[in-house]
């Protein structure tokens, strides 16, 4: 199973369009990109990545200050950064992102 991602701006009650996200994996002390996208109208980017390479630990990096900047907002956060734990590969992994000018908050969703 992949990896997929959704964006919803809590303060405009609305999904986050035209975000880059990038989805990287840590190899040793390193990080290697292995997929990048951008979010839909509906704020989704599904699938990142449509099968798991191996368990491990991943990140994906969500480039929010560009998407406030469009949106004529000042913001405090110029990116997010999610790191997980992929522990089997034959699961599927839905990070989404809740954002704000201010702050920012993320779960495992299903």
């Not at 109208?41 to 994906?60: A, C, F, M, N, W």
Request: with cysteine; proline share 7%.
């Amino acid at each position: 199973m992949g990896i997929s991602t959704h964006i919803l701006d809590t303060s405009r009650g609305l999904p986050a369009r035209n975000v880059g996200v990038s989805l990287d994996t840590q190899e040793g002390p390193d990080w290697k990109s292995i997929a990048k996208g951008t979010t839909d109208d509906d704020g989704r980017v599904k699938p990142l990545i449509e099968s798991i390479p191996s368990p491990g630990t991943y990140r994906i990096r969500f480039d929010v200050g560009p998407y406030f900047e469009s949106q004529g907002f000042d913001c405090f956060y110029e990116q997010v950064s999610v790191e997980f734990v992929v522990k089997s590969e034959s699961e599927h992994y839905h990070v989404p992102l809740l954002i704000n000018p201010f702050g920012y908050t993320t779960y495992r969703g299903s």
